[in-house]
């Protein structure tokens, strides 16, 4: 008798099986498929909406691409997911309307408790379309800094020197400071001593900036050579020198490297002092016969 019944609980999922079996296979790998696959259409898509005019050279242009895609990719995966979900239950022959009427009034209580999720979503929707800042951007968001690895509709992440990633939800940033749009800046305070002749400093200044512009390894970096600008303070101990020269984007930080290097070996050569913070210090000396 348990064997009789053992054998039509089978027979049941066997026939269940041949009956649903199939579609929910398709669906599923079809869904897996497609979310997959996405990318080829998708890639078309961005490339006739993103204008390569509206940039300023090609890596930029690339930048913008890859930040679109990968956002598209993930909206198109949640959407293909869902699809296959409300598929499932169809061929399961669940009856969707009580989980729609239940799901109206969920709804409305997830949504009080997930403001905060639809305010970074709608303030990612915004720096997306103004186009605030793209994947491989350095940006500074309130003072955490990095580089952007990964944006979604709700979140950007930044992954900073020592190698660690910060997930800063967009609604949470005030300031954003993008350090990689357009242009690099060298700006570099030097200090000289106040026995050096400021004009031979100058000279100086100028002619490693030309010398580093002019450099086959650096000539295609180098927008507007590092130059004198000016004479920015009188400090305790230095005459500080004000230097700036632009780069292409996110590699103003290694030509200032290399031209602090440079001018560092031409201020040796000439003889121009970098003083270290000095005090001068007056004593009074009282004449013994006086104590």
């Known amino acids: 008798m348990d064997i009789l019944q053992d054998w039509e609980v089978f027979q049941t999922i066997l026939d269940w099986l041949d009956a649903h079996g199939l ?41 913008r691409e890859e930040t679109l895609l990968d956002i598209s990719r993930g909206i198109f995966g949640l959407f293909v997911w869902i699809v296959a979900f409300i598929l499932l239950l169809v061929e399961l022959e669940i009856n969707l309307s009580p989980i729609l009427a239940a799901g109206g009034v969920i709804g409305i209580v997830i949504g009080f408790g997930a403001q905060n999720i639809l305010r970074d979503v709608f303030a990612g929707v915004y720096v997306i379309t103004e186009n605030q800042y793209q994947i491989g951007d350095v940006i500074d968001l309130d003072g955490d800094w990095g580089v952007v690895e990964d944006i979604t509709l709700r979140y950007v992440s930044l992954r900073d020197l020592d190698g660690a990633v910060h997930h800063i939800p967009h609604s949470t940033v005030d300031r954003v400071k993008n350090l990689s749009k357009d242009f690099g800046r060298i700006n570099l305070d030097i200090g000289v001593s106040y026995g050096s002749d400021i004009n031979q400093v100058i000279k100086v200044v100028d002619r490693i900036g030309k010398e580093l512009a002019d450099d086959e390894d650096w000539r295609e970096i180098i927008i507007t050579p590092p130059q004198f600008w000016r004479v920015d303070n009188f400090s305790d101990s230095s005459i ?52």
């Open 23 to 63: 579609p929910l296979l398709l669906i599923i790998v079809g869904a897996a498929l497609a979310k997959r696959v996405n990318i080829w259409p998708l890639k078309g898509v961005i490339r006739r909406t993103v204008k390569t005019s509206r940039f300023q050279n090609e890596a930029e242009h690339r930048q």
């Open 240 to 291: 500080e020198v004000k230097i700036v020269g632009e780069t292409t984007p996110l590699m103003q930080w290694s030509a200032a490297g290399e031209y602090r290097k440079r001018l560092k070996n031409a201020f040796d050569e000439e003889g121009i002092e970098i003083p270290f913070p000095q005090r001068v210090i007056h004593t009074n000396q009282k004449n013994p016969k006086d104590t």
